[in-house]
């Protein structure tokens, strides 16, 4: 799982970022917790192309410091089963 923050209180949309990840991931999960803006996103993508994905929308995403290091592809959080 990679988590990536959004800088600003602005709303996010939380469909329009899962449906331009899903055109490179079509399993990628986006959510997005309403009282921090934080950004959580699940998906096999790099860190690298989400942001990319993501700031083709306006959007300015970084990983947090806690995120795993995905650059080579997602990470497993071990909770798929």
Known sequence: MSTHTHPTAQQLDE???TGALRNA???ATVSIEPA???LNVSTV???RE???ILGGLGVLAAPTSGAA???HGGQCCGSCG
């Open 15 to 17: 469909q329009l970022l």
């Open 25 to 27: 991931d079509p399993d």
């Open 36 to 38: 921090t803006g934080q």
């Open 45 to 47: 993508l790099s860190e």
């Open 50 to 52: 989400v942001v990319e």
């Open 69 to 71: 290091d995905t650059d």
